[in-house]
């Protein structure tokens, strides 16, 4: 009896070994394959509008930034991606630094995307603006009493603030900007302000955060707004507000969802062609209506729901420079015990 | 091999970053850790060993049902359960509203301090020393207990001084696998924000982008778990228990209201740590089954049963050889330390071994390409091949010490008697041994297919194009923060795993 099932299972693993050889094999040609760490919901319908629009097909697999950053520079030359798809400024400037890009920001893309959303150097461009911004209580907080990020280090706060970990890289691209705006020691200040304000440990989500002012267990936090958008779908009522911060200093803080064409991509035009796709005003759209991002293409509108929450000023600070404070905002919520 | 690559990485520099997390992270996350894995090492032990204690030896209400039923929270992945955890008991979960708006209690911070985190785990975790206590008892001599009873003593003298010294073995084994799991977990760490020695190796590693120190602090993981494996040795001591007979004779019956409030302890355990985790998720897969179905679910339950079941039958075969009584084994020192080190893989978080399996290719490549060949990266990387590998690295603790345990449950008589006959090596092998040990290595396979099914990290990084499986489905939608949708394939991975439990039972029972 065991040796029976020893011999199907060998069986099974050539059937699989081989399997996984055809598919490799699949992937070459007219396909373009991208590695995202955009989860695959967000991804999916985007990428089967543009095989309809365009006829290529595109082959991806998700994974975490940072992994997937790996085992692009492990693959080098022979790597099967042609594109990598990530969802923080941060990670697409640590791609840059890791010479896993090249330069082919093209008219088109040049055209479509604003200066400061895009890399300097052209190795990667931002695709959809997220902005992390205040969310408040509506039955506990009057808007005249919110203003800025710095703001929610005051006492006032005391005991009213969620926050999200610190081990998300929304909020260390945050604190990054803060401190290229206020300086290192303010913004250590300010930081340090908020962690002595939580009402709670730091929670892992933002529709955490949120639910957590919604049962009054604080009256403020930091959401990025789509998720603030999911939640108003499904609970139009939930007495809570998006509120733009710092609108008369240096505007909300934004970050980027992005990609890249690689540097060893087999299929460069076709890679080429679906980042231009992507940022035209069809694609955005569908960024918009998925995921209740705002749009990095400058010509469109946004999705309907989203500009109902009002328009605000942004906050212009190249994305690189995020990515090149990142670890010291790391380092500095750190010191200042933000878990 | 990965520990190998991990444990290299001291070679390397890492100096400010060692500094920083000196003077910020490390004295914390010692302290955290050990209280942890103290109160989650004591609360495993102590659920376990008593609930196994009942359902073996006390006759009460429902004992039949709940014997098998307490096996399933084993199928509920650790950070699904956290999820529904904190759903329900955190600030604005049911429980908590209904306590504040009906009772006029005070709220609080479930993810403060280390009692929800460390329940969360004990409930996780505990079926691995109830399995484990359960078989133990089974095998004692009821005529060891009934001399202690005639003797006048009572019980709970009886479960201290008899069954708990000759099941200690036991304990410690599922202790110990535990006690591992916990060291390596990132799931439920996380969504509890509560930091682990595990933290600092995503931070060096996510944060600073230095995959010199997170190995480092990985490899100071290993060292840990190595600790781990000799303690448990010692406990485990010289003794050596050849008994294969079981008895069905339940020593104690309790009738009457004692009987009923076991009965309450113990459905209240699988209440918690199952009946009411499904329920919530049987809800929130009802709310948005419509929207979540589609098409794709064929191909996640497809590469799910296909990963879950090929990398156990590899598992077993490695851990079979492993296993297998011989004489050269036991008179050789080193190769006893190499299968020891063969198991260490166990306490490795899953994204940290699979960087270092990667890393493992490129070091082969390397080897490859002095010698003229090209680079095997992109062969090995995204292949079935490598991912199986590190599955049968990761989780080969787990076939191993089933594997072993019905391997020293054969008495050397069977070697001797076999070797008078003239049998051969392989003979005595094929015709005796494996028979044997047939249902040990099968309830190992069962345990092994139920952690492939709930493995994350290693999959998502390893795994070729278009294999999505199940649990990757519920990372991708509850990291968006979308639990509800979350739910619908963590359901399916519940109902398959509780198959699979199921299998174990029967088979357990029918050895025991």
């Known amino acids: 009896m065991f040796s029976r099932q020893l011999t199907v299972s060998a069986m099974a693993l050539t059937t699989l070994l081989m399997g996984s050889i055809t598919q490799i094999q699949a992937a070459t040609d ?57 969802v923080d400024a941060g990670d697409l400037w640590y791609a840059g630094t890791q010479d896993i890009f090249q330069d082919v920001i093209t008219n088109t893309i040049v055209g479509n995307i604003p200066t400061y959303l895009r890399d300097p150097d ?7 603006v997220r902005a992390r911004t205040l969310v408040y209580s509506t039955e506990r907080v009057n808007s005249s009493e919110l ?5 929610l280090a005051d006492s006032k706060w005391k005991g009213k603030l969620c926050l999200r970990t610190s081990k998300k890289i929304y ?81 909300v803080h934004v970050n980027v969802s992005g990609a890249g064409v690689t540097k060893h991509a087999s299929n460069s035009d076709g890679a080429v062609q679906l980042l231009e796709w992507l940022s035209s005003a069809k694609a955005q759209a569908i960024y918009g209506a998925l995921n209740k991002e705002y749009p990095a293409n400058q010509n469109i509108a946004s999705d309907e729901v989203v500009s109902s929450w009002g328009s605000f ?27 | 091999m990965p520990i190998f690559v991990v444990a290299s990485a001291w070679l ?16 914390d996350l010692v302290l955290s850790t050990t209280i942890l894995l103290i109160g989650v090492g004591l609360g495993v032990s102590v659920l376990g060993t008593i609930l196994a204690y009942l359902v073996v030896m006390v006759e009460f209400p429902g004992r039949r049902w709940l014997e098998w039923a307490l096996f399933l929270p084993f199928a509920i992945p650790a950070y699904v359960l956290a999820f529904v955890y904190l759903g329900v008991f955190d600030y604005s979960g049911y429980v908590q509203v209904w306590m504040r708006e009906i009772l006029g209690l005070p709220g609080f911070d479930i993810r403060a301090g280390y009692w929800a985190i460390t329940l969360t785990f004990i409930l996780v975790f505990y079926p691995y020393v109830y399995m484990m206590a359960r078989a133990s008892f089974k095998r004692q001599k009821i005529h060891m207990i009934e001399a202690g009873k005639m003797l006048g003593a009572s019980p709970i003298r009886v ?66 778990a190595f600790f781990l494996i000799y303690f448990e040795r010692r406990a485990r001591g010289k003794a050596k228990y050849y008994s294969t007979d079981i008895s069905h004779i339940r020593p104690y019956v309790a009738s009457g209201w004692i009987g009923w409030l076991l009965f309450l302890f113990v459905f209240s355990v699988f209440m918690l740590s199952f009946a009411m985790p499904i329920l919530q998720i049987i809800i929130w897969s009802i709310e948005v089954f419509a929207k979540e179905w589609s098409g794709k679910y064929i191909g996640f339950i497809s590469s799910t049963a296909i990963l879950t079941l090929s990398a156990a039958a590899l598992t077993v075969t ?59 990266n992109h062969l090995l990387f995204g292949s079935i091949a490598l991912l199986l590998f590190a599955y049968v690295s990761r989780f080969m603790a787990i076939a191993y010490n089933s594997a072993n345990a019905s391997a020293e449950q054969i008495k050397p008589v069977y070697e001797q008697s076999a070797r008078l006959l003239g049998a051969s090596r392989f003979r005595l092998v094929w015709k005796v041994y494996l028979p044997m040990m047939t249902p040990g290595i099968m309830a190992g396979a069962l345990l092994v297919a139920v952690d492939v099914m709930k493995e994350l990290p290693a999959t998502y990084l390893l795994r070729p194009f278009g294999w999505d499986t199940l649990a990757i489905r519920v990372y991708e939608l509850s990291a968006e923060g979308l639990f509800e949708r979350a739910a619908v394939p963590a359901l399916m991975m519940v109902v398959f795993g509780a198959v699979l439990m199921l299998a174990f039972n029967k088979l357990d029972s029918s050895r025991l």
């Open chain 1, 122 to 128: 052209g190795l990667w461009t931002g695709l959809s």
């Open chain 1, 30 to 86: 007219d396909t373009v394959t991208v590695y995202s760490s955009r989860k695959e919901h967000l991804i999916q319908p985007l990428f089967e509008q543009f095989t309809k629009d365009t006829g290529i097909e595109v082959n991806y697999l998700t994974g975490k930034g940072g992994d997937l950053i790996e085992r692009l520079k492990l693959e080098g030359e022979n790597t099967p991606a042609d594109m990598f798809m990530t």
């Open chain 2, 12 to 27: 390397l520099p890492g100096g400010e970053l060692w500094t920083h997390f000196a003077q910020t992270l490390l004295s």
């Open chain 1, 171 to 251: 909020t260390k691209s945050l604190v990054a900007s803060i401190i290229h705006n206020e300086g290192e020691d303010k913004a250590e200040k300010i930081v340090s302000g908020w962690v002595s304000n939580l009402a709670a440990t730091p929670n892992a989500k933002d529709s955490h955060v949120m639910n957590a002012i919604l049962a009054g267990q604080c009256d403020v936090g930091l959401v990025n707004t789509y998720y603030f958008g999911r939640l108003i779908e499904k609970t139009p009522d939930a007495p809570l507000k998006l509120f733009w911060a710092n609108q008369d200093t240096t505007g």
């Open chain 1, 313 to 339: 000023k942004k906050d212009n600070m190249n994305l690189a420079l995020v990515g090149i404070l990142q670890a010291d905002a790391v380092a500095l919520m750190q010191r200042v015990g933000y878990k």
């Open chain 2, 318 to 376: 490695v851990a079979t050889i492993l296993a297998l009584p011989s004489s050269c084994k036991n008179n050789s020192r080193v190769l006893q330390m190499l299968i020891h080190f063969s198991t260490l893989g166990y306490a490795l978080p899953g994204s940290v071994m699979a960087v270092g399996l990667m890393y493992g290719v490129q070091n082969i490549s390397l080897i490859n390409e002095y010698f003229g060949g090209s680079s095997l």
């Open chain 2, 159 to 224: 479960f201290w001084k008899i069954s708990v010294p000759l099941a200690r073995p036991a304990i410690a084994a599922g202790l110990l696998v535990t006690l591992m799991e916990t060291l390596a977990d990132f799931g439920v760490v996380s969504l509890f924000n509560y930091s682990t020695f595990t933290t600092a190796i995503y931070s060096a590693w996510g944060d600073f982008r230095s995959i010199e120190v997170a190995a480092q602090l990985a490899s100071l993981l290993v060292l840990v």
């Open chain 1, 147 to 151: 203003s800025t990020y710095a703001d």
